[in-house]
């Protein structure tokens, strides 16, 4: 039987949006970036963190697929919705709710590279750093994860836990 511990209270999660957002504004002060969402992970996550703007900012979506019903990645990455918004030299942030293997981020900043943007940035919620098979640093993130399945706020397993309100480590 699934067990849930509480990870993170959506008044902590809140906290630490409203933070990323004040330094992406801060960064972005004059520019107009394009967010550019991992679905379905990040969509949560990336209407709050759009709302805390200070900046004017467009949003597009991409879809990977690379976990299917799995707890694990399988390392292949498999591009199923593309972006719309033309991005040739544009400013692009991934929005990504948890960076954990970094192949998903390594393979779209290659994808979104090929588009000609002025420059690529990475956001994720969740930084899993330990979990690295590629050598990813992301430019923000929100909160360091040691260990854990986490679900909630986005996060899910096998579809299941995304629209809960807080972040959970998920005991299977």
């Known amino acids: 039987m699934s067990q849930l511990i509480l990870y993170l209270s959506k008044d902590e999660i809140q906290k630490i949006v409203a933070d990323m957002a004040k330094r992406i504004s801060d960064d972005y002060k004059g520019k107009n970036p394009v967010f550019v969402g991992i679905l379905k992970g990040s969509f949560i996550f990336l209407s709050d963190i759009v ?3 200070t900046i004017p900012a467009e949003l597009d979506f991409i879809r990977t697929s ?3 019903n799995k707890s694990v990645s399988s390392g292949e990455v498999k591009l199923t ?7 040739k030299n544009r400013d692009v942030i991934i929005v990504e709710d948890v960076a954990d293997t970094g192949v998903t981020l390594s393979y779209l900043i290659d994808y979104m590279n090929s588009k000609n943007p002025n420059s690529i940035k990475t956001c994720a919620l969740l930084d899993k750093r330990g979990y690295r098979k590629i050598g990813i640093e992301l430019d ?7 260990e854990g399945f986490l ?4 996060l899910d397993y096998a579809e299941k836990y995304r629209c809960l309100p807080d972040i959970y480590d998920l005991k299977l």
């Open 51 to 53: 709302r805390y703007l």
């Open 66 to 68: 690379s976990y299917g």
């Open 151 to 154: 679900v909630g706020y986005g």
């Open 81 to 87: 919705k593309d972006i719309e918004v033309d991005i």
């Open 140 to 146: 923000y993130y929100g909160h360091y994860v040691s």
